[in-house]
């Protein structure tokens, strides 16, 4: 273990030069900003800390500056009861949530955490500016836990509609700021927002994809069932919204593959979107690498209708150099849809037979996996990654008290720049 400052430089994947992170780097240096950064680490064993550091147990693959206390790193775990069900000989279940007794306690119940506590740390080695991250709910959730426990300067930028998912068992500092984009708005318009405070003085854009940090920390997902396997899955089953996590796994996959001892094939990603809200699914089924054209008000009216609103972004980072179209043709992936009615029957039929409630994205995982059982794209004998993005919440509600952040400021969809800035100015 490298002792939480991990010696790594960053790679462009449009021209690939390699080169030092010389700060908060989201684009090459001098070059136009059309693909992803990816880290590149000295260490090409993964070396594996002690289960007490929890995340940062893989901190030979993180870019880290620093460690932070709190994390818990997903656990790996081999289905029976799920797996019998379905006819599965071996199937295996990344868990990302609250369920200590398979011993993960991430008290925000989602895999988000994994990419605050890394995104954090590598923010140690730039200070001095207040982070603005836009959310759908779970990560403004785990960004928020994160930053209060750290005293680090934190704007959220969250739909009003979704800010019930800013639940704590914790009252969050004053460090932390939540902002909300007007009712019946959605993610993409909290976006829009955060874009608007980003470029204000004294603030920082968490970058999202394209922050190194974000992907490497969802990449441990892949890290941890690959080392408790002992071998590379052949697929990969998560439910996708920007697809960021998708990105990360094949980016894991990858480094494992470098590394020699698990395996040199690549998982074939199945990702999925929850039904109407299907901009990757339907530039998918269309072999198109751009995103289709979408109407904003259509978007919004889809946005709402779903169970898994966590998975409605409009602007993902499907077409970009190192995207989740990269990622899907290099594996030979798949992209499904996932109606609600489906989802809550995959939710139930876990629940039933695993022991624990999860989230509506990793239902649509669930479901998608389902899916892939009943046409024959998994077979008996596949070695498969479940990845449940989130879960256990009904069960750590039950043990703790439940307080909520309230927005500070609420802001039309329609409001200007001007506006914007100095509404949030009068904030800090």
């Known amino acids: 273990m490298n002792g939480f400052n991990t010696e790594y430089q960053l790679q462009s994947l449009s021209s690939g030069k390699i080169?030092?992170?010389s700060g908060w780097l989201l684009d090459a240096p001098n070059e136009t900003p059309n693909c992803l950064l990816r880290s590149v680490y000295k260490h090409k064993k993964l070396n594996l800390g002690n289960d007490e550091a929890g995340i940062f147990k893989f901190g030979d693959w993180l870019p880290l500056k620093g460690h932070l206390l709190g994390s818990s790193a997903p656990v790996t775990y081999k289905s029976e009861k799920l797996a019998s069900i379905l006819g599965l000989k071996n199937l295996w279940i990344?868990?990302?949530?609250?369920?200590?007794e398979k011993g993960v306690q991430m008290t925000t119940?989602?895999?988000?955490?994994t990419e605050a506590f890394t995104v954090c740390s590598r923010l140690n080695g730039y200070k001095g500016e207040i982070l603005v991250v836009a959310s759908a709910g779970n990560t403004a959730r785990a960004f928020a836990k994160v930053c209060s426990a750290n005293n680090i300067p934190l704007i959220l930028c969250v739909p009003y509609d979704y800010i019930d998912a800013l639940w704590f068992d914790k009252p969050i500092s004053e460090c932390v700021k939540l902002v909300a984009t007007a009712s019946g708005s959605d993610y993409f318009d909290a976006i829009s927002l955060s874009n608007v405070i980003a470029k204000m003085n004294g603030f920082s854009a968490e970058g999202g994809a394209k922050n190194v940090a974000r992907r490497d920390g969802m990449g441990t997902t892949v890290l941890s069932a690959t080392t408790t396997i002992g071998k590379i899955p052949e697929f990969y089953f998560q439910a996708v919204g920007s697809g960021t996590g998708a990105i990360a796994a094949w980016e894991a996959n990858l480094r494992l593959i470098a590394d020699g001892r698990f395996g040199n094939n690549k998982m074939k990603l199945i990702v999925s979107q929850n039904a109407p809200f299907l901009p990757i699914y339907d530039a998918w089924r269309a072999g198109s690498r751009q995103l289709l054209p979408m109407n904003d008000e259509e978007a919004r009216l889809h946005?709402?209708?779903i169970d898994a609103k966590v998975l409605s972004n409009r602007r993902p980072p499907y077409s970009i150099k190192g995207g989740l179209y990269d990622a899907l043709i290099d594996t030979n992936g798949d992209v499904h849809k996932i109606t609600n009615e489906e989802l809550?029957?995959?939710?139930q039929l876990f629940k039933t037979h695993e022991g624990i409630d999860i989230y509506s994205a990793a239902a649509v995982a669930t479901a998608s996996l389902i899916k892939s059982v009943e046409v024959g794209q998994v077979l008996p004998e596949s070695l498969i990654m479940l990845n449940i993005t989130g879960g256990g919440e009904q069960l750590f509600k039950s043990h703790n008290q439940i307080s909520y952040l309230k927005p500070s400021l609420v802001f039309n969809i329609d409001a200007s720049d001007m506006e914007i800035t100095e509404a949030v100015k009068s904030l800090f």
Do not use: L, Q, V
């Open 19 to 21: 080169f030092s992170d």
């Open 94 to 100: 990344t868990f990302n949530g609250y369920w200590p």
């Open 109 to 113: 119940c989602s895999f988000k955490e």
């Open 303 to 305: 946005s709402h209708k």
């Open 344 to 347: 809550r029957a995959a939710a």
